[in-house]
């Protein structure tokens, strides 16, 4: 069966400071891959999506970008996080327009 | 374009009353729809969904009838209990060729009461 994993869980992180985050999948191949961000108390926003190694699609322009090096590894990351970066970062897996299926999560509290 | 419209939550409710949260839905062609669950602190689940008209998606004594001609996804359980407690997000997946990204309503948060 396929598992999702995202590390950290949590991270507080200072303004100016750089962000990585990682995202991998099990017990697949060539999945499409999902990065979005929940603010406290709202609903997702997709961030990015990929298609296949290489291959990204910015949905909003931001100080966030997104790279797929491997299958099923998925990084996001920023050189300068800002306060209105802190949210709730999910990672999501699918087959084509299938089922997507998300991530644990990781907050991020940037102070 | 796509939209999911949910019901503004909270939504407070006793032990092993009838639950319902609307979810209407814009799209064009025949999407796929979904309900997902988020408990505090985690990632979302999936709970069911249905990929056609008249379906009815169903797990852990939650449904949802796919209606087209209402266009609509209402989810539905018989007896809430406490362990329910949390945020749950209708979806759609268009049919459009090459369109993988899928729109969310913005969540409906469920409190049970014992």
């Known amino acids: 069966s396929q598992t999702i994993h995202q590390w950290p869980a949590t991270l507080v992180q200072p303004v100016g400071s750089p962000l990585s985050l990682e995202c991998t999948v099990e017990?697949?191949?060539?999945?499409?891959l999902y990065w979005y961000r929940q603010a406290a108390g709202r609903g997702l926003q997709l961030l990015f999506y990929s298609v296949g190694i290489g291959q990204i699609s910015s949905e909003v322009p931001q100080n966030l970008s997104a790279s797929r090096p491997q299958d099923r590894q998925f990084i996001l990351s920023s050189k300068k996080l800002l306060l209105s970066d802190s949210g709730f970062y999910l990672c999501a897996w699918s087959f084509g327009t299938d089922t997507q299926y998300f991530g644990p999560g990781t907050r991020l509290t940037v102070l | 374009g796509n939209s999911v419209t949910q019901m503004e939550g909270p939504v407070t409710l006793s032990e092993e009353a009838f639950l319902t949260i609307n979810c209407t839905y814009t799209?064009?062609?025949?999407?796929?729809l979904f309900w997902y669950v988020q408990y505090p602190g985690e990632g979302l689940q999936l709970l069911l969904k249905?990929?056609?008209?008249?379906d009815k998606g169903s797990n852990k004594g939650f449904e949802a009838t796919y209606r087209k001609e209402t266009t609509s996804f209402h989810l539905e359980k018989g007896s809430v209990q406490v362990s329910d407690s949390a945020v749950y997000f209708c979806a759609l997946s268009p049919t459009t060729s090459g369109t993988y990204k899928y729109i969310f309503g913005t969540g409906t948060r469920l409190k049970v009461l014992a």
């Open positions: 249905a990929t056609k008209a008249d």
């Open positions: 799209a064009t062609g025949y999407p796929s």
């Open positions: 017990g697949t191949s060539n999945p499409n």
